[in-house]
């Protein structure tokens, strides 16, 4: 089946360790998303990719960064992590190129910050 | 700029009763409009959308949502809750473009 994977599921880090999260997808879709959700609120979104043209929303801190080094991979990159970025990241997908924004989410990997 | 507002956070009803789920949306031009469901630990998944045609859209789990534009709503609904349909669900709107305006998401919770 198609989908959007995410590795890991569960990830611990240490304060200030960097650490990268990887999604892939199997739906050749044009443009990849990273969300950052904390518990019981909305997922918000840090940045999108449409193809290779990166977009990054104005208040994403500059702590995290982002590669699409092919269609089907992308990465999130914490480079200094705090206790503050503990939360569920989730990747999700579209197509680009319809009207409408239809988005295929991955299942999550949930960071701990020690 | 486009906002959802669902207006309860949380919504506790008992197995095998009806719910109804909010979702109002601010646009002043056509929109296109989601519900998603996220179970514990998990990503979103895609319960139904509204693009265009008949207002009452049905969806997977028995879920079905009704769009009314003059109301600027589109709630959604299932006529009898099971315990697995306890999750978090949250209403989107796509305004065009690339990116979704979420709501701030209801909690369901089925009691038995």
């Known amino acids: 089946d198609a989908m959007v994977i995410q590795n890991p599921r569960y990830q611990v880090t240490q304060f200030g360790k960097p650490v990268t999260l990887s999604c892939s997808q199997t739906?050749?879709?044009?443009?990849m998303y990273w969300y950052q959700q904390k518990s019981s609120q909305a997922p918000k979104l840090l940045f999108h990719y449409y193809d290779k043209d990166f977009n990054n929303e104005a208040d994403t801190p500059d702590n995290f960064q982002s590669r699409r080094p092919n269609t089907s991979f992308c990465f999130l990159d914490i480079r200094s992590p705090g206790l503050g970025d503990a939360a569920m990241y989730l990747c999700?997908?579209?197509?680009?190129?319809?009207?409408?924004?239809?988005?295929?989410f991955g299942p999550g990997t949930r960071l701990t910050v020690l | 700029a486009q906002s959802v507002t669902q207006l309860d956070s949380q919504v506790p009803v008992f197995e095998e009763a009806p719910v109804e789920l909010r979702c109002n949306y601010s646009?002043?031009?056509?929109?296109?409009l989601f519900w998603y469901v996220q179970y514990p630990n998990q990503g979103l998944q895609l319960l139904l959308k509204y693009l265009s045609g008949s207002t009452l859209v049905k969806g997977i789990n028995g879920f079905e949502a009704e769009f009314n534009k003059s109301q600027t709503s589109f709630h959604l609904r299932k006529p009898s809750v099971h315990i697995s349909d306890t999750a978090e669900y949250f209403c989107a709107v796509s305004p065009g473009g690339n990116k979704l305006v979420f709501g701030a998401g209801t909690i369901l919770r089925v009691k038995s």
């Open positions: 739906l050749n879709h044009n443009v």
């Open positions: 646009s002043s031009v056509s929109v296109y």
């Open positions: 999700a997908t579209s197509p680009g190129d319809i009207d409408y924004n239809e988005q295929f």
